[in-house]
């Protein structure tokens, strides 16, 4: 596993500019996990290099969106609430939602690669 084979390119920041603009456009109103989900899909479609590759691309891209969406998140509660909510929300919800995008975005990674590897079978038969 090489780590600059995997951030090579444009699909990591693509998939985090992604998610970030999914979560901008839904807003708190939806959840914004199928939506990593589905980047993470591209993700590891686009980079199958590897299982072990486009998991860890699917963890970088749904990490790093994870942490701007939450800032985000924050930022806009504590512009809107104040001070205390938005400590309450960055200690105790926040940390269940980065834990759950990860997770989603290592499967959407994994779900990737097997598609393009199902794709490249069909194709060459």
Not at 50 to 71: H, M, P, R
């Amino acid at each position: 596993m090489d780590f600059n084979e995997i951030v090579s390119g444009k699909c990591v920041p693509l998939g985090i500019l992604s998610i970030v603009i999914f979560y901008l456009i839904g807003g708190a109103a939806s959840s914004v996990l199928p939506f990593i989900f589905l980047t993470c899909i591209a993700v590891g479609y686009i980079k199958s290099i590897s299982v072990t590759d486009t998991i860890v691309a699917g963890l970088l891209v749904s990490l790093i969106g994870g942490i701007i969406n939450l800032l985000i998140s924050v930022g806009i509660v504590y512009k809107s609430y104040g001070a205390t909510y938005a400590m309450y929300m960055f200690t105790s919800v926040s940390s269940v939602n980065l834990v759950l995008s990860v997770i989603v975005g290592i499967i959407g990674g994994a779900i990737g690669y097997f598609i393009k590897d199902e794709v490249i079978k069909n194709n060459n038969n």
